[in-house]
Every structure is written in C-alpha cells, then in structure tokens.
C-alpha cells in the first residue's frame, strides 16, 4: 500500500491564483481530512468527509472547497489565493475502527506559497 | 471552542534525560491524542488516551479527563525523540474533529 499521497509537494501561486491539492489514498478509508499547519503552529482542520459524497466544514474553511466523489481522493481547491494561505497542507485518512483507538494516517504534505 | 494549552513551548535535553510534556484543555473530550512530528516533517500518532495511562517503550502517556489534563512523559530521551509533540481533542459533540495545541518543540542533544 501507498497510504496516503499527496501532490504536489511544493508549490508556489502568485495571489488570485486558484489551484488544486491532490489528495489518495489506498486503503478504502472512509474519513478523510485535510489540515493546514501554519509556522511554529499546530494543525487546523480545514475540511472533513465521512464517506463519498459527504463533506463538512472544520475549523477554518473560509477560502477553500473539496469534493468527495470517490473513497480514494479527496482534493482541495483553493481559489482567488492569498498570502494568508501560505501553509503545509495535510491531508489524513481513517477507517472507523482505526478512528476509535485514535489512529489516523497523514500525507507527507504540501508545502504552499502564496506571493 | 475548546481550547488546547501546551507547556513547555520549548525544552532542550541531554541525551538520556527525562522529560514531562503537559497538555491542558478547557472542556470535557472524548478524543485526546498525542503526535510526534519530526524534523522531517512526518506526523506519527503516539497515543491514543482520552483518560488513564499508556506506556509504549520509553514513552508513557497520562490523561486526568476530571482535571483536564494530560502528561506525556519522554525517560531516557535519544536524538531520534526531536521534533515536536502535539496534543490535539475533539469535544463531545465531535470526536472526528481534533483541535491541536501549538506543540512542545523538543531537541535532545547527544
């Protein structure tokens, strides 16, 4: 198994550019997330589903979209981007059983640059 | 929302010390976790522990959900325990949806 992929792994947008973060995994996980980590801080949720289909807002969507249409990817998309966006992007995914002792498989992440 | 309070923010060792990290949160949880981040980047789940005690190896964890408190004890520390450890909960009304403390950044020094 792969786990978790993401792509790309670094990227730089100049401000008003929209792009997407890709996010797969391999492991017919049901839940899946994605984070931003800011310098020096801890992650924030960002968006969250459950299952295909099926999304939901975390702590700080404002600026993002996601779409769930398969169980295996999950991508985010930025629009109009800012350079308060600029962050580490994660992505993890769980299984129910796995979420219920805690466990939860991250994405190496992606590094963003807004300028 | 809750809140997550993390103490030390920073904390510099002699290998083979012992270290006491802290967590503390302002409402009840259902879901306490601690995640090592190394200096890769990479983030590992360490304990899952909403209340009681763990151990794994070198590495224990203790949660007191009455006082809201959580310790994650590090003995022995090697090189290899750098990084960062986050605490992160989820409230009662969400358990899938964690909120993380800013980390305790720790360097062990051989």
């Known amino acids: 198994n792969a786990g978790v992929t993401q792509t790309p792994k670094f990227r730089i947008l100049k401000i008003g550019q929209s792009m997407t973060l890709q996010c797969t995994q391999d492991?017919?996980?049901?839940?899946m997330y994605w984070y931003r980590q800011d310098p020096g801080m801890g992650l924030k949720l960002i968006y969250y589903?459950?299952?295909?289909?099926?999304?939901d807002k975390g702590e700080v969507p404002n600026g993002y979209n996601v779409s769930r249409s398969t169980t295996e990817d999950f991508p985010l998309r930025l629009e109009l981007a800012a350079p308060s966006q600029t962050s580490v992007y994660f992505c993890a995914s769980s299984d129910r059983r796995r979420l219920a002792q805690g466990e939860q498989f991250f994405g190496p992440g992606t590094r963003l640059t807004v300028l | 929302g809750i809140q997550v309070e993390q103490s030390p923010p920073d904390l510099i060792l002699q290998e083979g010390a012992n270290s006491t990290l802290r967590c503390n949160f302002s409402?009840?949880?259902?879901?306490l976790q601690w995640f090592h981040q190394n200096p890769w980047g990479q983030l590992i789940n360490l304990f899952y522990i909403p209340s009681g005690t763990k151990q794994n190896g070198r590495l224990s964890a203790t949660t007191v959900a009455t006082e809201r408190y959580s310790l994650l004890y590090i003995s022995s520390s090697q090189t290899t325990d750098s990084g960062v450890y986050f605490c992160?909960?989820?409230?009662?009304?969400?358990?899938?949806?964690?909120?993380f403390g800013s980390g305790t950044r720790l360097l062990v020094r051989p």
């Open positions: 492991m017919n996980h049901n839940y």
């Open positions: 409402d009840s949880v259902n879901n």
């Open positions: 992160a909960v989820a409230g009662e009304d969400s358990s899938y949806k964690l909120i």
């Open positions: 589903s459950v299952g295909a289909g099926i999304t």
